[in-house]
């Protein structure tokens, strides 16, 4: 069974995530101290530890999940778990689907997410931004009611997370006033989100060249696994490419769905989610209900997968 693999992005951390995998797996343990000696402080004890408010920080939730999706791919290969034919990732964890593809090293990978944080962080002041989550309008409503909220300022349809689910993001009152517009319009729900940065819209511009000029310094490598990445939905092979998607994918939509299906359209059949949560098993469901998904995330998941999914099974 041909697999593809995906890894989550912010959201999907919680405190006490991977606890149970590390007390059977080693190198849960032995990524995150490798991610500690990198960023100058216990990562592994936030993660269990907390606070919450602490993980939730975007410099902080950044390494803390690409730590946890690179933690859990290691587990998966150590017990010759299958090989997926394509990876991806919902924007932060495209960065996990780089290393894990082997695109990236993992310590490069740990300073750009922080740089990136931090650089998303710098170019709107806090409470400036805000994100909702609109369900149940189809994608052209949603790109109408922000293009009938733009005289209130930027706001963009930025995450298509699912077909009736649609992230915006943007200033704070025009994000606002395409609430009202989509409820005006049929929204089931507008669900304002807690963050501290307005992700993927065109706020994050001054983000992505400050994130050019330090993806420049950092050596990539073809990925041995293809990556589709989310601002084209397409494969790269060239170093340059890739940077140039990474770039782009500060200021520009996270293409969820159109991922999923461009991987069914090429073969792929079922979906192996690797880290804490299952927020992308929920949204497979959604996209493509048929196509078998397992999130591995504790020591339970993973046998589970491992049982179906065996190497070999996905050649």
């Known amino acids: 069974m041909k697999l593809i693999g995906v890894f989550p992005g912010q959201g999907a951390q919680s405190v006490g995530m991977l606890g149970a995998l590390a007390a059977q797996h080693p190198s849960v343990h032995e990524t995150f101290e490798t991610a500690s000696g990198i960023l100058g402080y216990d990562l592994w004890r936030l993660v269990q530890d907390g606070p919450e408010g602490d993980l939730n920080t975007t410099v902080r939730t950044q390494p803390a999940l690409l730590t946890a999706g690179v933690a859990v791919w290691r587990v998966w290969r150590d017990n010759s778990g299958a090989v997926p034919a394509v990876l991806a990732g919902h924007s932060l964890g495209e960065y996990t689907a780089l290393v894990c593809a082997g695109a ?63 992230v915006i993001a943007g200033e704070k009152a025009a994000v606002e006033l395409a609430g009202e517009r989509a409820r005006a319009a049929g929204a089931k729900r507008v669900i304002p989100l807690s963050v501290s940065v307005p992700s993927h819209c065109a706020l994050m511009r001054p983000a992505a060249e400050t994130m050019a000029t330090r993806l420049e310094e950092v050596d990539i490598a073809t990925p041995e696994i ?62 493509e209900r048929r196509m078998p998904v397992h999130s591995v995330q504790d020591p339970q998941s993973l046998d589970r997968a491992l049982t179906d999914w065996k190497e070999g099974v996905a050649a």
């Open 104 to 166: 990236l090293e993992f310590a490069d990978a740990i300073d750009l997410v922080v740089f990136r944080a931090t650089s998303m962080q710098n170019a709107v002041p806090q409470g400036a931004g805000a994100m909702a989550a609109l369900i149940g309008l189809d994608d052209d409503a949603v790109r109408s009611s922000c293009t009938e909220a733009a005289s209130a300022g930027v706001v963009e349809a930025v995450n298509y997370n699912a077909p009736g689910q649609v």
């Open 226 to 287: 293809p990556v589709l990445h989310n601002v084209d939905v397409t494969t790269h092979t060239e170093p340059d490419e890739i940077r140039r998607a990474l770039t782009e994918q500060l200021y520009r939509p996270v293409r969820w769905v159109e991922t999923i299906r461009r991987a069914k359209a090429d073969g792929v059949e079922a979906v192996l989610e690797l880290g804490p949560g299952k927020v992308l098993a929920g949204l497979n469901r959604r996209i």
